[in-house]
């Protein structure tokens, strides 16, 4: 009995945390945290060098589908003005060149950064 008390309490305090695939934390490190910073508020460390300031992702009110479709990037998105910001859907599936899955890894790193965002959004509240 005390046990499945245990286990109920840690799904409870585990509830509010935010769930994302385990790397998308390093993905968000290694392609978005330059511009958008750690934290994602839109300060990282060449945001300065950057024409336009990148947007504060905790702020964003982007479903799931929406973030995607802007991390993605091979459709335009208005708010990058020109584009600046790499179109990542074909930068991960380069990435991954001759693998047979490419196109599936590459749209599951995408559904893993828009997670990690969406998390980013929910601490930014």
């Not at 994602?40 to 060098?49: D, L, Q």
């Not at 950057?50 to 479903?63: E, I, S, V």
Request: net charge positive; with cysteine.
């Amino acid at each position: 009995m005390l046990v499945a008390v245990v286990l109920v309490l840690a799904a409870v305090a585990r509830a509010d945390e935010p769930v994302y695939p385990q790397h998308a934390e390093a993905l968000y490190r290694r392609y978005c945290a330059s511009c958008h910073g750690l934290d994602g508020r839109g300060h990282g460390p060449v945001a300065e060098a950057l024409k336009a300031q990148p947007p504060d992702l905790t702020a964003l009110d982007m479903n799931l589908a929406e973030l995607m479709r802007a991390i993605d990037g091979r459709r335009t998105i208005r708010a990058h003005g020109t584009g600046a910001m790499p179109v990542w859907g074909t930068v991960f599936e380069q990435g991954r060149e001759g693998d047979p899955r490419q196109v599936r890894q590459s749209l599951r790193d995408t559904q893993a950064l828009a997670e990690y965002v969406r998390a980013l959004q929910v601490r930014g509240k």
